[in-house]
């Protein structure tokens, strides 16, 4: 069995679990919880959401009050506005969503808001101010700060060099935009510095480890891969490893979950990653304090962090100026 298709049946493992245990509590609490929370999770084929359902979850378990119900769209944006409408049907008393992409769930989200429903929005944002609250990183700082990095691994402030193949997550979602933004404007000082690349690769490890393979082809030189999150930043790993080119290179990723980022980084895989916490805890939160009538902020941004080798074992250093 594949890497993939074995982690795979774990996450479904997971996600099937959580959906039992909420089923469970469903039969024997409903009437007992005070609010029932829809959550609609755009995947979980990534670490980074599987990782953030369980942050969820279990803090939901810790409110007697609550009653959770956590759906996975499975990448497809038309099942997460079949989720969301259900919510609305049911007249839950608050939805959590983590959209797939923005022009494609705003929409549904401004018909929750019209139903009464608080929606908070979690990580990828929506194009309509019509939620509660959203909770999320400073993607655009955070490309900043990668984009120092780069620019430091390159030899520093007006003497950088190099070429910078840069591999995209999906470009309807703001972190994609914002972490391209952010980058893209602090390299521009560097004369010597050329971007290539830029194609979107929908946060997926396969698919950056494809694009990159063509990349090796076509650029002879690469100093420098910028990914917008690890699972890609591992995928261009893994291909110029394969081509025998890893050496040459350095490696820029975003999330720095422990089992993957982290580890990558304490390996010499990656070079360097960037902490982009889970929203979920904090999404649940606000919803609890909309429902029981306490005033809540329009926008959380979490912190970041960022790890090399050197700083890893002491939970990574901050990050100026965020
Ligand atoms: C997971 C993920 C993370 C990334 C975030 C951006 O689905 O791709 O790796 O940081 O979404 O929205």
Redesign the pocket.
Same mark, same amino acid.
């Given at each position: 069995m594949s890497t993939i298709t074995s982690r795979r049946i774990i996450f479904g493992f997971f996600v099937a679990a959580a959906f039992v245990s909420t089923g469970c509590r469903d039969a024997a609490d409903r009437e007992q919880a005070k609010y029932v929370i829809g959550f609609s999770q755009?995947?979980t084929l990534?670490p980074? #959401?599987v990782l953030f359902n369980r942050n969820l979850i279990e803090a939901a378990d810790r409110h007697p009050d609550v009653q959770l119900v956590p759906l996975d769209a499975n990448d497809r944006t038309e099942e997460q506005v079949a989720q969301m409408r259900s919510f609305i049907r049911r007249r839950v008393d608050a939805i959590l969503i983590s959209p797939k992409e923005s022009p494609g769930l705003t929409r549904v989200v401004e018909e929750a808001t019209e139903a009464g429903i608080p929606v908070i929005v979690l990580? #990828?944002g929506v194009n309509t101010d019509q939620f509660a609250s959203f909770v999320g990183a400073d993607n655009y700082e955070i490309g900043r700060a990668a984009g120092r990095e780069a620019v430091r691994l390159l030899g520093g402030s007006d003497q950088a060099e190099g070429i910078i193949y840069e591999i995209c997550?999906g470009l309807a979602?703001p972190?994609?935009q914002e972490r391209r933004a952010g980058f893209h404007e602090v390299v521009a000082f560097e004369a010597g510095i050329r971007m290539v690349g830029g194609l979107d690769a929908d946060?997926k490890k396969d698919q950056a480890q494809n694009i990159m393979q063509d990349a090796l082809k076509t650029h002879d030189r690469i100093d420098l891969v910028y990914a917008?999150?690890?699972?890609m930043a591992h995928g261009a790993y893994l291909a110029a490893r394969d081509a025998g080119r890893a050496d040459q290179m350095k490696f820029i990723g975003?999330?720095a979950i422990p089992e993957e980022g982290q580890r990558w980084v304490r390996s010499g895989e990656l070079t360097a990653t960037f902490l982009?916490p889970t929203p979920g805890e904090k999404g649940l939160e606000i919803a609890l304090d909309i429902l029981e009538g306490n005033p809540v902020e329009k926008r959380y941004i979490l912190p970041t962090r960022m790890f090399t080798r050197e700083t890893v074992d002491e939970g990574g250093v901050e990050v100026a100026g965020y």
């Open positions: 755009c995947t990534e980074w #959401r990580d #990828r997550g979602t972190p994609a946060w917008h999150n690890d699972p975003i999330d982009y």
